[in-house]
């Protein structure tokens, strides 16, 4: 999708193509309902303005789409994609990472209640293994702020994959 298309699209397809970016409606509105807009760099700001901060029931709502860092995402949705893409990098990791990335996943639901969420793309199996293993020892507020914080990183991220010709 192009910035121009995006910019003319009525409001309800304007709404679904930002939806695999992250499936918060008031994000998705929000950036919808402020078209036209004059770059892709000014779009992508506001979709960073948007997105701060996302509410606990938000973040609840995107995370119930996303797999476990190291998990593919099944299916042919542009979603799915776009996150078999950022864990791209995950799927070439020894058996050492990858049992210990399995393990962080359930410790990190059993102490948090929800998937571990981090911006997988750019970052090494050992980075991410690190970071996970890092963020159990968080309060709940803390994570609470990194978790939304990543969220917001992953959803410009996604949307400028989109947006890119």
């Not at 978790?147 to 400028?160: F, H, N, P, T, Y």
Request: aromatic share 4%; glycine share 8%.
């Amino acid at each position: 999708m192009l910035l121009e298309q995006f910019n003319g699209a009525d409001r309800t397809e304007a709404i679904a193509r930002l939806r695999p970016c992250i499936d918060v409606t008031r994000w998705c509105e929000h950036l919808a309902d402020h078209r036209p807009y004059g770059s892709i760099d000014e779009l992508l700001r506001e979709a960073g303005v948007a997105a701060s901060p996302f509410t606990g029931d938000e973040v609840a709502q995107a995370l119930s789409h996303h797999p476990r860092i190291g998990e593919r995402a099944s299916g042919d949705s542009t979603e799915a994609t776009l996150s078999r893409s950022e864990q791209a990098g995950l799927g070439s990791v020894d058996d050492e990472i990858a049992q210990a990335l399995a393990e962080g996943n359930a410790a990190y639901d059993a102490r948090f209640g929800r998937v571990f969420l981090i911006r997988a793309a750019g970052r090494s199996p050992r980075e991410i293994l690190d970071q996970l293993t890092a963020r159990l020892g968080n309060d709940d507020a803390t994570e609470d702020g990194i978790v939304a914080e990543q969220l917001r990183e992953i959803a410009v991220l996604r949307l400028k994959g989109i947006l890119s010709p």
